[in-house]
């Protein structure tokens, strides 16, 4: 009996065997690596959450001041505009407020005076220039 040809049917067999063993082991070693980066996002977003809620506990509730955002800088931009005789633009409130003048803190409080103007607070006088509601 000749064994030679069901040898080779085994060989070919036994290689494609052993090609999908290595394709799915490269896939599982993928599959691990973002198996981690997903593990590791997860953990950050818990630390994430666990710091915005300790800071938010920290900030106190603006009772006197109905339909004011819950944030620091409101009040203490009203303040601003009450001592004020002419319109200001956001960088002059920055200056008051003792932020860095920044883009990026201009731009924030740019948007804090426009949530004002919204709410009824304030008065965008000029582009870019906000004046306290008469």
Excluded: W
């Amino acid at each position: 009996m000749n064994v030679e040809p069901l040898f080779d049917a085994l060989g070919i067999q036994e290689e494609a065997a052993r090609s999908l063993a290595d394709d799915l082991r490269t896939r599982i070693g993928e599959l691990q690596a973002r198996l981690r980066e997903a593990e590791t996002h997860l953990e950050d977003l818990a630390i994430t959450r666990k710091t915005v809620t300790a800071l938010a506990d920290r900030i106190p509730v603006q009772a006197d001041s109905p339909g004011l955002p819950e944030h620091p800088d409101y009040p203490r931009i009203l303040a601003v505009f009450n001592e004020a005789a002419d319109p200001l633009r956001a960088r002059d409130v920055c200056e008051a407020l003792d932020h860095e003048l920044l883009p990026k803190n201009i731009e924030g409080t740019r948007a804090k005076l426009k949530r004002l103007v919204k709410l009824g607070i304030l008065t965008e006088v000029d582009v870019g220039s906000f004046t306290r509601k008469q």
